[in-house]
């Protein structure tokens, strides 16, 4: 077979031409979340966009309708109350965001969240047997730091029990659990439902009030215990983002690395229910706040790689959840509403992509 031979003008196109793997510019090998400058430029916009994003909605949330001169003592006192709200809304973003994210992961669905396990209903149960069985007093009851650290327990408890149980096993199964998780959350949503009847109409008010996600629900003492929790969870899981790279890739792909698959998955489940524990006991339920935060952060993120998704989830949520609370509070005067205006939200974005995807 005769040899090819170039031409002096095709010998310098065949140089410039980069060998697979390469960029076109260098020629250097690039790979991982980020693949080109251009993915990394674009991300880099995002968080900027983001910070900048966080900054304006604090600042709002400090100075807007504040009565007293900026800069004065009258403002920064005033400013310092409004403070504690916005300390709330980025405990729940962070708690929410990296829950969601990760749980997904492990599970290799996009469209559940960590509240498809129980813990809204487990949460509702307490709540409402409270005001059942002491009647509006049952509020004050269960209102505390111990009080808040014993539902927090009692959460996670459930969560270890039901994981333990589902997935040690010879034939532990991810998605028996779920099914279970679903299950058994359904039965306690019944249970409240079976109490409520029962209830006064003074009762049963004074108990809608907790049973919505709100601001407004949560105490300032809890956050010396909230911070700490959430601090050390989403710390554990931001360390073991490379991790959860592995693990996204599917059960079997993870084991032929050399990953305890089923104690990895067991180890990020019980840390997900610690930060929804957390979420879930200071501000109350937000079923579709998770996703709604997850969803928008991937598609800004515009990557699998949890080192650069969790960053971008945990600026989303205060963005969303404080967004929302700057609008309601100074423009509809309803800052209470902030947990249904997101559920409202949060289940339109589910059940329109569910019905593009065409597909759970």
């Known amino acids: 077979m005769a040899e090819q031979t170039l031409t002096h003008e095709q010998a310098p196109a065949l140089e410039q031409t980069p060998a697979p793997g390469r960029t076109p510019l260098t020629g250097e090998r690039r790979s991982g979340a980020l693949p080109t400058a251009?993915?990394?430029?674009?991300?880099?916009?995002?968080?900027?966009?983001?910070?900048?994003?966080?900054?304006l909605i604090t600042l709002g949330n400090l100075a807007w309708d504040n009565p007293m001169p900026i800069g004065s003592t009258g403002f920064w006192r005033i400013a310092e109350l409004r403070a504690t709200n916005l300390v709330i809304i980025t405990v729940v973003a962070f708690c929410q965001a990296l829950a969601t994210v990760s749980f997904q992961t492990v599970t290799n669905?996009?469209?559940?969240?960590?509240?498809?396990m129980g813990f809204e209903s487990l949460y509702r149960v307490v709540q409402t047997g409270a005001v059942f069985f002491f009647g509006v007093a049952g509020i004050t009851i269960?209102?505390?730091?111990?009080?808040?650290?014993?539902?927090?327990?009692?959460?996670?408890a459930f969560a270890a029990m039901l994981y333990g149980w589902l997935l040690s096993g010879k034939y532990g199964n991810l998605q028996i659990m779920?099914?279970?998780?679903?299950?058994?959350?359904?039965?306690?949503?019944?249970?409240?439902?079976?109490?409520?009847?029962?209830l006064t109409p003074t009762e049963f008010d004074v108990l809608t009030a907790r049973l919505?996600?709100?601001?407004?629900?949560?105490?300032?003492?809890?956050?010396?215990i909230s911070i700490p929790l959430a601090a050390v969870a989403g710390g554990v899981l931001w360390l073991r983002?490379?991790?959860?790279?592995?693990?996204?890739?599917?059960?079997?792909?993870?084991?032929?690395?050399?990953?305890?698959?089923?104690?990895?998955?067991?180890a990020v489940l019980l840390l997900v229910s610690v930060l929804m524990a957390v979420s879930t006991s200071l501000v109350g339920p937000m079923t579709f706040y998770g996703f709604l935060v997850a969803m928008?952060?991937?598609?800004?993120?515009?990557?699998?790689?949890?080192?650069?998704?969790?960053?971008?989830?945990?600026?989303?949520?205060?963005?969303?959840?404080?967004?929302a609370y700057f609008v309601l509070k100074n423009v509809f005067y309803a800052q209470g509403s902030v947990g249904v205006i997101i559920e409202i939200v949060g289940g339109t974005f589910f059940l329109a992509h569910i019905l593009r995807k065409g597909r759970l």
Request: proline residues 2%.
């Open 38 to 55: 251009r993915a990394g430029r674009r991300y880099l916009v995002v968080v900027v966009a983001l910070a900048v994003l966080t900054v």
């Open 109 to 116: 669905n996009r469209i559940i969240t960590p509240s498809i």
């Open 142 to 156: 269960i209102q505390g730091v111990w009080q808040f650290i014993g539902q927090v327990v009692l959460m996670v």
């Open 178 to 198: 779920l099914l279970i998780g679903i299950i058994l959350g359904g039965g306690l949503g019944a249970l409240s439902t079976f109490m409520q009847r029962l």
């Open 212 to 224: 919505i996600g709100s601001i407004a629900n949560a105490d300032a003492s809890y956050l010396a």
């Open 241 to 266: 983002a490379r991790q959860l790279n592995v693990l996204a890739l599917g059960r079997e792909t993870a084991v032929n690395l050399g990953v305890d698959h089923r104690r990895q998955t067991i």
């Open 296 to 323: 928008i952060a991937y598609q800004l993120a515009d990557t699998h790689d949890h080192r650069y998704v969790f960053p971008v989830a945990w600026l989303t949520g205060f963005v969303v959840l404080g967004g």
